[in-house]
């Protein structure tokens, strides 16, 4: 099998080294070897032991020998129209790209079923960790109820530092660039953008229903201080940059928001770049994926598995449905209740109705935190304002 990479970056320069040296093991598992024939980057790469690189995306489209090609642009232009002319031609596309998989991944997936071919993209989330093929595999016998998890390894980091080392925000993020695991400008990950895209794909494969990533809750880490670190250390707490999708009687919510998480939940114990997932069903009770978020190799490898996967089934799609969204299918979630931590500054009131804990500051007698009992947004935005004298610092959700 001839295969194409576009885009030879970090994730696609990971593919070409995955199967230049496991050829033998691909053999084993594929039945037939796995030739590179093409490789499109603008740039030149003099140094590569590879020597099929080229500028022109037609030498990929129009080589009828070149059956499966590797997407790592990144980005929707030119990802988008080169997906789609590649499927419309018949090869099979396997991606990283979190942010065309969450934007056209209906249409995409959509044009590979009608043509017996396959638009596969585990690696879009979660890195190495193997979550969308269980997902619409592994986990289709129990309709699952909520997913959640860490989807972002900068983010887990950072917050890592904060923990840890007590290290400020900004301190944090700094280390994360000097080690490479925050961009320059980190704003996708720290705001929590790249997040959003991969519960957008997870709500998808969990209910069936394309979610909206443009319309989603989407709350980053930047406002995180010391004193909230503080806080959730003394209460038994860690905070995480937590993704969440729930189905509800008035369609499909999708969240992405730092909280509170109780030191005895498994999310709480994941550390620096790793990610994990759970996945809670009626049936299934809750099921944990963990891993490496992102880094060249186990990303490589995950987009590997599925150039793999796109071999054993030629001329055979793998079901992967989601509908096309529809607004009215895609909840904000203002019936979820959740349990909060709120840092005021004043005084306590000597009764705080409808909370379970009461935490004072041991720096200032002048702050406050307490953690709620469960309320939705119209409840905690009331709670909020009905305390006079005391002005909302910090909120964040308990999971």
């Known amino acids: 099998m001839k295969i194409a990479i576009m885009g030879f970056g970090v994730v696609g320069s990971g593919v070409g080294e995955v199967v230049t040296k496991n050829q033998e093991m691909l053999v084993k598992k594929c039945g037939e070897p796995i030739e590179i024939a093409h490789i499109l980057d603008l740039r030149d790469f003099p140094d590569s032991e590879l020597k099929c690189f080229t500028k022109d995306f037609n030498d990929i489209l129009n080589d009828d020998e070149v059956g499966v090609v590797v997407e790592t642009m990144g980005g929707i232009n030119p990802a988008y129209d080169f997906t789609k002319k590649l499927l419309l031609a ?14 056209h991944g209906t249409e995409l997936l959509q044009i590979a079923r009608e043509r017996n071919l396959n638009y596969l993209f585990e690696a879009s989330v979660g890195g190495g960790i193997p979550i969308i093929r269980p997902m619409y595999s592994c986990l289709t016998a129990g309709e699952a109820t909520d997913v959640f998890g860490i989807l972002n390894g900068t983010t887990n980091y950072i917050l890592t530092q904060m923990f840890q080392c007590g290290e400020s925000f900004e301190s944090a993020l700094k280390a994360a660039q000097q080690k490479g695991y925050a961009e320059a400008d980190p704003t996708a990950d720290v705001e929590g953008f790249d997040t959003c895209r991969k ?22 880490i930047t406002k995180i201080s010391a004193e909230d670190v503080a806080y959730a250390d003394k209460l038994g707490y860690s905070i995480k940059l937590i993704g969440h999708c729930k189905k509800l009687e008035d369609g499909v919510y999708a969240g992405v ?46 987009v590997v598995a599925d150039v793999v996967d796109a071999i054993k089934h030629q001329n055979v799609n793998i079901v992967i449905k989601w509908d ?8 904000q979630g203002d019936s979820l209740a959740y349990a909060y931590y709120v840092r005021f500054s004043g005084v306590a009131p000597a009764n705080v109705p409808g909370c379970s804990v009461v935490a004072f500051s041991e720096s200032s007698e002048n702050e406050f935190a307490v953690l709620t009992e469960p309320k939705n947004k119209k409840q905690i935005d009331g709670f909020v304002n ?14």
Request: with cysteine; charged share 20%; proline share 5%.
């Open 386 to 399: 009905s305390l006079e004298g005391c002005k909302p610092i910090s909120i964040m959700r308990i999971i």
């Open 257 to 302: 928001f730092p909280a509170f998480v109780p030191k005895g939940n498994p999310l709480a114990g994941i550390n620096d770049v790793f990610n994990g997932i759970i996945v809670k069903g009626d049936d299934l009770g809750d099921v944990m994926f963990y891993g490496r978020g992102a880094g060249k190799l186990p990303t490589a490898n995950a």
């Open 324 to 331: 096309e969204h529809k607004d009215e299918n895609q909840s």
């Open 199 to 220: 519960i957008a794909i997870l709500a998808a494969l969990a209910f069936g229903k394309a979610i909206d990533y443009k319309k989603v809750s989407t709350e980053g």
């Open 90 to 103: 018949g090869k099979q596309v396997i991606t990283s790209n979190k942010e065309l998989v969450a934007t």
